[in-house]
């Protein structure tokens, strides 16, 4: 099976053509928003972070920034710094730059103020515009996608019928040689012995219990009790009366397939499959640390509705709930609550999340991109110093 | 029939609703292939759970055929089962 794509010179594939303006440090976000503004072509990220950060938290904000300017739905980047913060700007560029994808630097000290640098970041990435806009997709396999699977909002319909739904159309790409990722470590609380005999090996089953360990020990560290943030409100609301049923609905989400290993928040799988992500429940912070790990395209699975996009790839949305469906049509894309009245089957459905991903694949719009929904967050993981 | 409850695993103690239901009510729903019903002791509202057998306190709820919390009291058929009667296992400070 073929899909339209952007081949890129590492040999990736995006579904997706931006260029993308990366501010090193938070300091620096709003002159790299100033540049996006003129340019429809650009996207920058809202960047919070970038400076003042320590050991593996500051590795996780460079690995996530790096991960965004390496992703195969962005064609060039361009880095503004401001000069002083902690995250490297030239090492930055430098391993985006080892992509082969063409990428420039603008630095706000050096360059001289804010206007200058303004300025000289419009004339750079209205050139990266000119070198890479015209580039037009070609037909490749479809085991070139990189499919990342996310839920929020959850209630009753997503463990029910929405998720398992999805699970289908992770299962064929899998099957057609594709690359799947699951997050949301806090959503595998209660869950994780039923996803972990799907371990490849003992090992990767043991780094699986693992994270959501080191998960659960994180809020009791605190002295704190994760019953104050999960469910939510508008789970419980909707049904959900604890963790434990939250993520075993969450899971079904996944298929069936095998895990092939366990990654870090933002790290890039070595291979074909399904792999699983140490991430927060919190979608955005999901979804931002499954792009950096070079997922082209998102499957959100909601039950209260969500609006949630991301500023490089398109996110689908799903609801089981015909109510939600209903109330918020306008942010999403698939109705899957033929699946609760009885019309349809979880594989019908299954099948029909798979065609739209196909379909949002080969150009058409997800109504968060045609809303202009860019979302973006960090996983912090230490405090701030 | 229309589905009114619907029961994921037969090792479930609980059903989930679809739809709006008052106290009273005849619930029909399906464990495995057979048809059973339960008279609702609650309203019990779209999405929300009722248990299907009598719960005792401390013994667990289990639904997708997997422990989701234990009950705090005592919980007959076709009450609601809900964080008023039932509490998550993890993630707490003080276990």
Same mark, same amino acid.
């Given at each position: 099976?073929?899909?339209?794509?952007?081949?890129?010179?590492?040999?990736?594939?995006?579904?997706?053509?931006?260029?993308?303006?990366?501010?090193?440090?938070?300091?620096?976000?709003?002159?790299?928003?100033?540049?996006?503004?003129?340019?429809?072509?650009?996207?920058?990220? =809202?960047?919070?972070?970038?400076?003042?950060?320590?050991?593996?938290?500051?590795?996780?904000?460079?690995?996530?920034?790096?991960?965004?300017?390496?992703?195969?739905?962005?064609? &060039?980047?361009?880095?503004?710094?401001?000069?002083?913060?902690?995250?490297?700007?030239?090492?930055?560029?430098?391993?985006? &730059?080892?992509?082969?994808?063409?990428?420039?630097?603008?630095?706000?000290?050096?360059?001289?103020?804010?206007?200058?640098?303004?300025?000289?970041?419009?004339?750079?990435?209205?050139?990266?515009?000119?070198?890479?806009?015209?580039?037009? =997709?070609?037909?490749?396999?479809?085991?070139?996608?990189?499919?990342?699977?996310?839920?929020?909002?959850?209630? *009753?319909?997503?463990?029910?019928?929405?998720?398992?739904?999805?699970?289908?159309?992770?299962?064929?790409?899998?099957?057609?040689?594709?690359?799947?990722?699951?997050?949301?470590?806090?959503? *595998?609380?209660?869950?994780?012995?039923?996803?972990?005999?799907?371990?490849?090996?003992?090992?990767?089953?043991?780094?699986? *219990?693992?994270?959501?360990?080191?998960?659960?020990?994180?809020?009791?560290?605190?002295?704190?009790?994760?019953?104050?943030?999960?469910?939510? =409100?508008?789970?419980?609301?909707?049904?959900?009366?604890?963790?434990?049923?939250?993520?075993?609905?969450?899971?079904?989400?996944?298929?069936?397939?095998?895990?092939?290993?366990?990654?870090?928040?933002?790290?890039?799988?070595?291979?074909?499959?399904?792999?699983?992500?140490?991430?927060?429940?919190?979608?955005?912070?999901?979804?931002?640390?499954?792009?950096?790990?070079?997922?082209?395209?998102?499957?959100?699975? %909601?039950?209260?509705? %969500?609006?949630?996009?991301?500023?490089?790839?398109?996110?689908?949305?799903?609801?089981?709930?015909?109510?939600?469906?209903?109330?918020?049509?306008?942010?999403?894309?698939?109705?899957?609550?033929?699946?609760?009245?009885?019309?349809?089957?979880?594989?019908?459905?299954?099948?029909?999340?798979?065609?739209?991903?196909?379909?949002?694949?080969?150009?058409?719009?997800?109504?968060?991109?045609?809303?202009?929904?860019?979302?973006?967050?960090?996983?912090?993981?230490?405090?701030?110093? | 029939?229309?589905?009114?409850?619907?029961?994921?695993?037969?090792?479930?103690?609980?059903?989930?609703?679809?739809?709006?239901?008052?106290?009273?009510?005849?619930?029909? *729903?399906?464990?495995?292939?057979?048809?059973?019903?339960?008279?609702?002791?609650?309203?019990?509202?779209?999405?929300?759970?009722?248990?299907?057998?009598?719960?005792?306190?401390?013994?667990?709820?289990?639904?997708?055929?997997?422990?989701?919390?234990?009950?705090?009291?005592?919980?007959?058929?076709?009450?609601?089962?809900?964080?008023?009667?039932?509490?998550?296992?993890?993630?707490?400070?003080?276990?």
């Amino acid at each position: 099976m073929e899909i339209l794509g952007y081949r890129r010179p590492d040999g990736k594939v995006g579904i997706r053509n931006h260029v993308l303006i990366i501010p090193t440090s938070v300091c620096s976000s709003t002159v790299a928003a100033n540049i996006a503004n003129q340019i429809p072509e650009a996207v920058a990220l =809202p960047n919070q972070h970038g400076c003042c950060q320590i050991g593996p938290d500051h590795l996780q904000t460079l690995r996530t920034l790096i991960g965004f300017g390496k992703n195969p739905n962005v064609a &060039a980047v361009l880095v503004v710094g401001l000069g002083c913060e902690g995250i490297p700007i030239s090492e930055t560029a430098a391993e985006i &730059a080892a992509s082969g994808k063409p990428v420039e630097v603008v630095i706000i000290q050096e360059i001289g103020g804010t206007l200058k640098t303004e300025a000289e970041g419009l004339r750079k990435v209205s050139e990266l515009v000119r070198q890479v806009a015209h580039v037009q =997709p070609e037909k490749v396999d479809i085991s070139e996608l990189s499919l990342a699977i996310e839920c929020g909002g959850s209630d *009753f319909t997503s463990g029910l019928a929405s998720n398992p739904a999805v699970g289908i159309a992770s299962d064929l790409l899998v099957a057609a040689g594709g690359n799947v990722m699951l997050s949301e470590t806090t959503e *595998f609380i209660g869950a994780e012995h039923v996803l972990a005999r799907r371990a490849k090996t003992p090992e990767v089953a043991e780094k699986l *219990f693992e994270i959501v360990h080191d998960c659960e020990e994180r809020a009791k560290f605190l002295n704190i009790d994760i019953r104050d943030g999960q469910p939510t =409100p508008g789970n419980i609301a909707g049904g959900i009366s604890s963790i434990e049923e939250k993520s075993l609905g969450c899971i079904y989400k996944a298929g069936h397939a095998p895990i092939q290993d366990v990654l870090k928040y933002g790290e890039i799988p070595k291979g074909k499959g399904l792999y699983i992500m140490d991430s927060p429940g919190q979608d955005v912070e999901s979804i931002t640390g499954m792009l950096a790990g070079g997922a082209t395209v998102v499957i959100f699975t %909601t039950g209260r509705g %969500t609006p949630t996009g991301s500023p490089i790839a398109p996110v689908i949305k799903i609801t089981a709930n015909h109510r939600t469906y209903i109330m918020m049509e306008d942010n999403i894309d698939l109705d899957a609550s033929p699946i609760i009245s009885g019309e349809e089957t979880i594989e019908q459905v299954g099948h029909r999340v798979f065609e739209e991903i196909i379909a949002v694949s080969n150009g058409r719009r997800t109504k968060a991109e045609s809303l202009g929904y860019k979302e973006f967050g960090i996983y912090k993981i230490a405090p701030t110093y | 029939m229309k589905k009114q409850a619907v029961v994921i695993n037969s090792k479930d103690n609980v059903a989930t609703v679809v739809d709006d239901f008052p106290s009273n009510t005849i619930i029909h *729903f399906f464990i495995g292939q057979s048809e059973h019903s339960i008279q609702l002791l609650e309203d019990i509202t779209l999405g929300h759970k009722l248990a299907i057998q009598e719960i005792q306190p401390g013994q667990d709820i289990l639904k997708y055929a997997e422990s989701i919390g234990v009950a705090t009291k005592l919980i007959r058929p076709g009450q609601h089962v809900h964080i008023h009667n039932m509490e998550s296992q993890r993630g707490r400070k003080d276990k």
